[in-house]
T-cell receptor
């Protein structure tokens, strides 16, 4: 079975500081990993993905994530947080063989303090 | 990127009425669409997979008679919440994988906020 764990419900960080939002996954076969961001009462916006290749993936708005196969992790990072980064972040995993079906973590609320 | 729209963006209805939510892929054809439900400050729960030209596949615990899904065309799927009750109040989000992309990237609609009084 496929599953995603986001161990932190809430992450608080001061503006300008680096941020990390954690994600671990469990999937049979090769994983396709995604990060999405959601602002209040909005749908999900795609941030970045890992399919294959370089373990360090760079995405939108200065975010990046590192795929670590041995630790089955895909943590989201940003070197310098902005207040506007405050939102709900979801990690998701898919198996390539299933047409687009995503399994989501429970989400992490990121709050960046000015 | 591809665009998926939802209509309406929000709806308020009385208990016992039915509500229809539309999900459209605007610039690609989607043989499959997914319907999610999201409670406040919680994750997305997959409700069903909508298949064009065939019956939807429902996740365990989702009442198929309560949440009717019709995938009428390659660009439109509808979710009808029948005899809605306050506990059906939620944020409903659809998504569609875009064929032809290497990993069938999913594109999400903006969501529909349903409030049942």
């Amino acid at each position: 079975a496929q599953s995603v764990a986001q161990p932190e419900d809430q992450v608080n960080v001061a503006e300008g500081n680096p941020l990390t939002v954690k994600c671990t996954y469990s999937v049979s076969g090769n994983p396709y990993l995604f990060w999405y961001v959601q602002y209040p009462n909005r749908g999900l916006q795609f941030l970045l993905k890992y399919i294959t290749g370089d373990n360090l993936v760079k995405g939108s708005y200065g975010f990046e994530a590192e795929f670590n196969k041995s630790q089955t992790s895909f943590h989201l990072k940003k070197p310098s947080a902005l207040v506007s980064d405050s939102a709900l972040y979801f990690c998701a995993v898919s198996r390539g063989s299933t047409l687009g079906r995503l399994y989501f973590g429970r989400g992490t609320q990121l709050t960046v303090w000015p | 990127g591809a665009v998926v729209s939802q209509h309406p963006s929000w709806v308020i209805c009385k208990s016992g009425t039915s509500v229809k939510i539309e999900c459209r892929s605007l610039d690609f054809q989607a043989t499959t669409m997914f319907w999610y439900r999201q409670f406040p400050k919680q994750s997305l729960m997959l409700m069903a997979t909508s298949n064009e030209g065939s019956k939807a596949t429902y996740e365990q615990g989702v009442e198929k008679d309560k949440f009717l899904i019709n995938h009428a065309s390659l660009t439109l799927s509808t979710l009808t919440v029948t005899s809605a009750h306050p506990e059906d109040s939620s944020f409903y989000i659809c998504s569609a994988p875009k064929p032809g992309t290497r990993y069938n990237e999913q594109f999400f609609g903006p969501g529909t906020r349903l409030t049942v009084l």
